[in-house]
Nanobody, 125 residues
């Protein structure tokens, strides 16, 4: 949705790694704050990480801090989420969301006015 295309999800065992990609189509992601959110079955939409449009600040949910890294490759119009040391509780559909002047902390999730359709991550025990 809104010109965002997620990829990179899959099935991994606990302790493994995945890299999620968010590619902008028809828009330049460098002018957007871009965040990753996730939703597990039966759970609420949850903020994971974001990178600010202005100064490159990043912010992470406590649950993923130290394990996940969000980064940009503006030449490829892409934002990545490197996920290491995956846990079963990381299992969810991961969504890329973007918004001009969106809240990098993820608390004001409504400030992300564009989002993708999600990519599924399943972490087995």
């Amino acid at each position: 949705q809104a010109g965002l295309q997620e990829s990179g999800g899959g099935l991994v065992q606990a302790g493994g790694s995945l890299r999620l990609s968010c590619i902008g189509s028809g828009r330049t992601l460098s002018v957007y704050t871009v965040g990753w959110f996730r939703q597990a079955p039966g759970k609420e939409h949850e903020f994971v990480a974001a990178t600010d449009q202005s100064d490159g600040r990043t912010h992470y949910a406590d649950s993923v801090k130290g394990r996940f890294t969000i980064s940009r490759d503006n030449a490829k119009n892409a934002v990545y989420l490197q996920m290491n040391s995956l846990k079963p509780e990381d299992t969810a559909v991961y969504f890329c969301r973007a918004g001009i002047r969106a809240d990098v902390t993820g608390k004001a999730s409504h400030t992300y006015d564009s989002w993708g359709v999600g990519t599924r991550v399943t972490v087995s025990s």
